[in-house]
Nanobody, 127 residues
Framework: QVQLAESGGGSVEAGGSLKLSCVASGHIYSSYYMAWFRQAAGNRREGIAA???????SYAASVKGRFTISRDDAKNTLYLEMNSLKPEDTAMYYC?????????????????????WGQGTQVTVSS
């Protein structure tokens, strides 16, 4: 399994921006499907952005047009650039990784498609 460590969370006012990072170690990162998930208090974890090994991306409707996922395989790092943040974006943000397979390919925003997870980084957006 790959080990994942997120950073970049914090507190921001509505309309602001943050950029999250997720550094991977322990395996061949460039071959993995990668994704960002978030979990607000009392809610289920939801997939918001995913990127495959060919840099094809998928987004949840709630973040499309505001968030951008990217990867730098040379740095073993996954990014999530978040713009026009809203109070409802407040959550713990997690990155996830999975080797190539049918689940992450066909369901890139599904929690069950991933077996490697980071510890999370908190994002708080105030109104």
């Amino acid at each position: 399994q790959v080990q994942l460590a997120e950073s970049g969370g914090g507190s921001v006012e509505a309309g602001g921006s943050l950029k999250l990072s997720c550094v991977a170690s322990g395996h061949i990162y460039s071959s993995y499907y990668m994704a960002w998930f978030r979990q607000a208090a009392g809610n289920r974890r939801e997939g918001i952005a995913a990127i495959d090994t060919n840099e094809r991306t998928s987004y949840a409707a709630s973040v499309k047009g505001r968030f951008t996922i990217s990867r730098d395989d040379a740095k073993n790092t996954l990014y999530l650039e978040m713009n026009s943040l809203k109070p409802e974006d407040t959550a713990m943000y997690y990155c996830a990784a999975e080797p190539p397979g049918e689940l992450p390919r066909d369901f890139p925003l599904m929690v069950a498609a991933y077996n490697s997870w980071g510890q999370g980084t908190q994002v708080t957006v105030s109104s």
